[in-house]
T-cell receptor, first 115, second 113 residues
């Protein structure tokens, strides 16, 4: 079964450091999402890509967060500098277009701890 | 704007008992509704989805949900709980393809032997 790959699974960093997360969606999925999930909460959208273009980044804290999907395949989410409040699970999801467009397949997530 | 409200952050049931997890939605247009399950330190896995076809939707692992427009609800049920059902469950809404899902805060299900 096709999966969404994410790395690293776990990351511990000190505040003010830079951190990056990588996501490889299911092959052929044009839409890619990054969600942030704070412990005990539901996932909240950070950014949505359609191929290499950003569709929605209205909730992305752009002073410290950046996201790219240069070739419309894999994607990187970066935080610089990290703050204590950034501790969370960062989830990547992908979906196809057409009839399956709103069925998201999630990766296992990257858990960030900022000390 | 769309939203979902999950009533009860924690539900505890005995093994073999009925599971009922509640979800109410708010949407100004016909919604698409989803239930996802999350095991500890894992991503979310789709249980079932409602996309304007049959109002009673059957999913994986014996779960089902019924869309009730008059009550703006999409509650998740399972007739008999198993220990392996212990997890976090999330209800989500969207209104069309390619628009992001909006998730509820989740309900943690505990199953007691």
């Amino acid at each position: 079964e096709a999966e969404v790959a994410q790395s690293p699974r776990y990351k511990i960093t000190e505040k003010s450091q830079a951190v990056a997360f990588w996501c490889d969606p299911i092959s052929g999925h044009a839409t890619l999402y990054w969600y942030r999930q704070i412990l005990g909460q539901g996932p909240e959208l950070l950014v949505q890509f359609q191929d290499e273009s950003v569709v929605d980044d209205s909730q992305l804290p752009k002073d410290r967060f950046s996201a790219e999907r240069l070739k419309g395949v894999d994607s990187t989410l970066k935080i610089q500098p990290a703050e204590l409040g950034d501790s969370a699970m960062y989830l990547c999801a992908s979906s196809s277009v057409g009839a399956g467009a709103n069925v998201l397949t999630f990766g296992a997530g990257s858990r960030l701890t900022v000390l | 704007a769309q939203s979902v409200t999950q009533l009860g952050s924690h539900v505890s049931v005995s093994e073999g008992a009925l599971v009922l997890l509640r979800c109410n939605y708010s949407s100004s247009v016909p919604p698409y509704l989803f239930w996802y399950v999350q095991y500890p330190n894992q991503g979310l896995q789709l249980l079932l989805k409602y996309t304007s076809a049959a109002t009673l939707v059957k999913g994986i692992n014996g779960f089902e949900a019924e869309f009730k427009k008059s009550e703006t609800s999409f509650h998740l049920t399972k007739p008999s709980a198993h220990m392996s059902d212990a997890a976090e469950y999330f209800c989500a809404v969207t209104h069309s393809g390619n628009t992001p899902l909006v998730f509820g805060k989740g309900t943690r299900l505990s199953v007691i032997a």
